[in-house]
Every structure is written in C-alpha cells, then in structure tokens.
C-alpha cells in the first residue's frame, strides 16, 4: 500500500497550492479520503474528507471557503486545492485512506510540507 503526496512548497500569502496523493495497493474506490496537517508543536487535526464515491465533503472550520477536497477514482488520486493561503497553513500535509466499509486499518502517506511565507 502506497499513499504519495505531492505538491507542497513554498507559497506567499493568498497564494494557491494544490496537493495531490496518489493511491496504489488497495481499492481507491473504496477508500474515503482525508487530508489532515500538523505544524510544528501542535496536533494533528483534519482539514478534509471526501467520501468513496466523492459524493459528500467535509472540511475543519480553517478550510472552508479557502480549501477544496476533491477525487478522481480512474486516476486513483485525491486532491486538495488550496487558495487563500495563510501563515497559519504552514504544515506538513498527509493523505490519508481508510475503507468506507470496513473503516478499521487506515493507510498514512509519508508527508508534503506546505510553508506560506513572504
């Protein structure tokens, strides 16, 4: 199992980014797909869900209105677009799968860093 982020980097303040994890080693389809972030001393927290079959989204407080989750299942990609971006946003980003069915073991992706600095 295979959970790839990219697209991270350095962006200046209400600057765009747009973060994609691609999938391998299990059924996407299946999967409902997160993004969450952690900066540096803080928790992990959610920022993102999209459902299996992409029909339904969530998204923490911090990202509504500024972020958008969304999937391709041919492609075996999610992706988070990211606009409006602020200092606070910085952290690193991680894709995240567990099956919609059977939500008992999820898959981790290993990381994209998002630093939003002028």
């Known amino acids: 199992v295979h959970l790839v982020e990219s697209g991270g980097g350095l962006v200046q303040p209400g600057g765009s980014l747009r973060l994609s994890c691609a999938a391998s080693?299990?059924?996407?389809?299946?999967?409902?797909m997160s993004w969450y972030r952690q900066a540096p001393g803080k928790e992990r927290e959610l920022v993102a869900t999209?459902?299996?079959?992409?029909?339904?989204?969530n998204y923490a407080d911090s990202a509504k209105g500024r972020f958008t989750i969304s999937r391709d299942n041919a492609k075996n990609t999610a992706y988070l677009q990211m606009n409006s971006l602020k200092p606070d946003d910085t952290a690193v980003y991680y894709c995240?799968?567990?099956?919609?069915?059977?939500?008992?073991?999820?898959?981790w992706g290993q990381g994209t860093q998002v630093t939003v600095s002028s």
């Open positions: 995240y799968a567990i099956d919609s069915a059977w939500p008992i073991y999820p898959y």
């Open positions: 080693g299990f059924t996407f389809s299946s999967h409902d």
């Open positions: 999209i459902t299996s079959d992409g029909g339904s989204t």
